[in-house]
Protein backbone atom coordinates (compact mmCIF):
# COMPACT_ATOMS: atom_id res chain seq x y z
CA UNK A 1 0.00 0.00 0.00
CA UNK A 2 1.17 3.36 -0.79
CA UNK A 3 1.49 5.81 2.42
CA UNK A 4 0.22 8.57 1.03
CA UNK A 5 -2.60 7.15 -0.62
CA UNK A 6 -6.22 8.62 0.15
CA UNK A 7 -7.56 5.87 1.47
CA UNK A 8 -4.49 5.60 4.18
CA UNK A 9 -4.98 8.94 4.87
CA UNK A 10 -8.53 8.38 5.75
CA UNK A 11 -8.09 5.16 7.79
CA UNK A 12 -5.47 7.11 10.16
CA UNK A 13 -7.48 10.36 10.87
CA UNK A 14 -10.15 7.72 11.68
CA UNK A 15 -8.59 5.72 14.12
CA UNK A 16 -5.47 8.06 15.24
CA UNK A 17 -5.87 10.81 18.23
CA UNK A 18 -7.96 13.06 17.52
CA UNK A 19 -6.07 16.60 17.62
CA UNK A 20 -8.63 19.13 17.72
CA UNK A 21 -9.65 18.11 21.06
CA UNK A 22 -8.95 20.71 23.30
CA UNK A 23 -6.44 20.57 26.23
CA UNK A 24 -7.73 19.11 29.64
CA UNK A 25 -7.84 22.43 31.95
CA UNK A 26 -5.00 22.34 34.85
CA UNK A 27 -6.65 20.92 37.54
CA UNK A 28 -6.15 22.50 41.59
CA UNK A 29 -3.51 20.67 42.91
CA UNK A 30 -4.96 20.28 45.91
CA UNK A 31 -5.10 16.53 47.21
CA UNK A 32 -8.72 15.53 46.80
CA UNK A 33 -9.93 18.65 44.59
CA UNK A 34 -11.47 18.00 41.31
CA UNK A 35 -11.90 21.89 40.02
CA UNK A 36 -10.02 23.51 37.73
CA UNK A 37 -7.24 25.65 38.36
CA UNK A 38 -7.74 29.24 38.45
CA UNK A 39 -4.63 30.69 40.13
CA UNK A 40 -1.24 30.41 40.61
CA UNK A 41 0.97 30.09 43.65
CA UNK A 42 4.34 30.62 44.30
CA UNK A 43 6.63 27.32 45.61
CA UNK A 44 8.70 29.41 48.23
CA UNK A 45 12.19 30.26 48.48
CA UNK A 46 14.81 28.12 46.30
CA UNK A 47 12.22 27.37 44.16
CA UNK A 48 11.48 30.98 42.96
CA UNK A 49 9.33 31.19 39.51
CA UNK A 50 7.85 27.87 40.06
CA UNK A 51 3.96 27.62 40.96
CA UNK A 52 1.42 25.56 42.39
CA UNK A 53 -2.11 25.49 40.45
CA UNK A 54 -5.07 25.84 42.40
CA UNK A 55 -8.72 26.79 42.46
CA UNK A 56 -9.95 30.14 44.11
CA UNK A 57 -10.96 28.38 47.41
CA UNK A 58 -7.48 25.98 47.61
CA UNK A 59 -4.96 29.19 46.75
CA UNK A 60 -6.51 31.41 49.46
CA UNK A 61 -5.39 28.24 51.95
CA UNK A 62 -2.17 28.10 50.38
CA UNK A 63 -1.62 31.27 51.06
CA UNK A 64 -2.64 31.23 54.56
CA UNK A 65 -0.15 28.91 55.45
CA UNK A 66 2.95 29.83 53.04
CA UNK A 67 5.42 30.24 54.38
CA UNK A 68 8.56 31.92 52.67
CA UNK A 69 11.41 30.92 55.60
CA UNK A 70 10.16 27.32 55.14
CA UNK A 71 14.02 25.26 55.38
CA UNK A 72 15.80 28.46 56.29
CA UNK A 73 18.07 28.49 59.12
CA UNK A 74 16.38 29.60 62.56
CA UNK A 75 18.97 31.95 63.27
CA UNK A 76 18.35 33.24 59.46
CA UNK A 77 14.50 33.98 60.15
CA UNK A 78 14.85 35.35 64.06
CA UNK A 79 17.39 37.75 62.50
CA UNK A 80 14.86 38.53 59.69
CA UNK A 81 11.98 38.59 61.68
CA UNK A 82 13.65 40.68 64.35
CA UNK A 83 15.15 43.01 61.33
CA UNK A 84 11.35 43.38 59.96
CA UNK A 85 9.97 44.57 63.34
CA UNK A 86 11.90 47.58 63.37
CA UNK A 87 11.55 48.20 60.11
CA UNK A 88 15.16 47.03 59.03
CA UNK A 89 16.74 50.41 60.58
CA UNK A 90 19.11 50.70 63.34
CA UNK A 91 17.67 50.15 66.48
CA UNK A 92 19.46 52.51 69.04
CA UNK A 93 18.73 54.97 71.72
CA UNK A 94 18.26 58.58 70.31
CA UNK A 95 19.15 61.50 72.10
CA UNK A 96 17.09 64.45 71.77
CA UNK A 97 18.13 67.54 69.78
CA UNK A 98 21.24 66.14 68.34
CA UNK A 99 19.92 63.51 66.82
CA UNK A 100 16.80 65.23 65.32
CA UNK A 101 17.57 63.84 61.79
CA UNK A 102 18.31 60.54 62.26
CA UNK A 103 14.80 59.99 60.75
CA UNK A 104 16.13 60.53 57.48
CA UNK A 105 18.44 58.47 57.84
CA UNK A 106 16.16 55.94 59.47
CA UNK A 107 13.62 56.22 56.06
CA UNK A 108 16.22 56.27 53.75
CA UNK A 109 17.55 52.58 55.56
CA UNK A 110 14.39 51.52 55.55
CA UNK A 111 13.70 51.66 51.79
CA UNK A 112 16.60 50.21 50.81
CA UNK A 113 17.69 47.94 53.09
CA UNK A 114 17.61 43.81 52.45
CA UNK A 115 20.37 42.24 54.78
CA UNK A 116 19.70 38.88 53.70
CA UNK A 117 19.21 39.95 49.76
CA UNK A 118 15.63 38.16 49.61
CA UNK A 119 14.36 40.65 46.99
CA UNK A 120 17.49 41.59 45.39
CA UNK A 121 19.74 39.98 42.60
CA UNK A 122 22.98 38.95 44.22
CA UNK A 123 25.49 40.29 41.52
CA UNK A 124 23.91 43.72 42.88
CA UNK A 125 25.09 43.51 46.11
CA UNK A 126 28.65 43.23 45.84
CA UNK A 127 30.56 45.81 47.08
CA UNK A 128 32.81 47.66 44.89
CA UNK A 129 35.72 48.20 47.41
CA UNK A 130 35.70 45.11 48.89
CA UNK A 131 34.55 43.40 45.25
CA UNK A 132 32.29 41.00 47.16
CA UNK A 133 28.97 41.01 48.96
CA UNK A 134 29.23 42.42 52.37
CA UNK A 135 28.86 40.19 55.53
CA UNK A 136 25.97 40.51 57.83
CA UNK A 137 28.45 41.80 60.74
CA UNK A 138 29.52 44.29 57.85
CA UNK A 139 25.85 45.50 56.70
CA UNK A 140 25.15 45.65 60.64
CA UNK A 141 27.85 47.75 61.75
CA UNK A 142 26.27 50.51 58.55
CA UNK A 143 23.03 50.10 59.81
CA UNK A 144 24.69 50.96 63.62
CA UNK A 145 25.40 54.59 61.59
CA UNK A 146 22.60 54.59 60.10
CA UNK A 147 23.49 53.84 56.84
CA UNK A 148 22.53 50.97 54.77
CA UNK A 149 24.84 48.36 52.52
CA UNK A 150 25.09 50.72 49.75
CA UNK A 151 26.68 53.19 51.11
CA UNK A 152 30.35 53.84 49.71
CA UNK A 153 33.54 54.20 51.96
CA UNK A 154 33.79 57.43 52.18
CA UNK A 155 30.19 58.35 53.40
CA UNK A 156 30.50 55.43 56.04
CA UNK A 157 33.84 57.60 57.23
CA UNK A 158 32.15 60.59 56.68
CA UNK A 159 29.21 59.59 58.62
CA UNK A 160 31.58 57.90 61.38
CA UNK A 161 32.87 61.35 62.34
CA UNK A 162 30.05 63.04 62.20
CA UNK A 163 28.27 60.57 64.62
CA UNK A 164 31.36 61.02 66.78
CA UNK A 165 30.79 64.92 67.06
CA UNK A 166 27.37 64.89 67.84
CA UNK A 167 27.30 62.28 70.50
CA UNK A 168 30.82 62.99 72.52
CA UNK A 169 29.82 64.31 75.73
CA UNK A 170 31.51 67.64 75.20
CA UNK A 171 29.20 68.55 72.65
CA UNK A 172 26.38 67.70 74.82
CA UNK A 173 27.26 69.71 78.04
CA UNK A 174 28.92 66.55 79.46
CA UNK A 175 25.91 64.80 79.34
CA UNK A 176 27.20 60.94 78.96
CA UNK A 177 23.55 60.12 77.53
CA UNK A 178 24.81 58.81 74.50
CA UNK A 179 27.44 56.87 75.76
CA UNK A 180 26.10 53.58 74.93
CA UNK A 181 25.56 54.65 71.41
CA UNK A 182 28.66 56.35 70.57
CA UNK A 183 30.37 53.28 71.54
CA UNK A 184 28.18 51.24 69.62
CA UNK A 185 29.23 53.96 66.68
CA UNK A 186 32.68 53.41 67.46
CA UNK A 187 32.27 49.31 67.40
CA UNK A 188 30.75 50.00 64.05
CA UNK A 189 33.19 51.54 62.78
CA UNK A 190 36.15 49.44 63.89
CA UNK A 191 34.32 46.28 62.47
CA UNK A 192 34.23 48.09 58.94
CA UNK A 193 38.11 48.89 59.29
CA UNK A 194 38.76 45.59 60.17
CA UNK A 195 37.39 44.16 57.27
CA UNK A 196 39.13 46.51 54.64
CA UNK A 197 35.58 48.63 53.86
CA UNK A 198 37.00 51.90 55.16
ZN1 LIG B 1 -9.04 23.22 44.80
Known sequence: MKLDSKYFDKIRIKTGPNKKEPPAPTMC???????????????????EGQFHNYCTQHVQEY???????????????AGFQKDAQT?????WKLGQNSYANINGMRRKARNVNDPYAMFTPSAENVNAKLGRALRKNEIKALNTLGLDETATSEKAKSQYKLLVKRLHPDANAGSRENEDTLKAVIHAYDTLRASGFC
Open 29 to 47: EWPGCAKPSRHKAPKGRGA
Open 63 to 77: NKTYNYFEGMKDDAV
Open 87 to 91: GHRPT
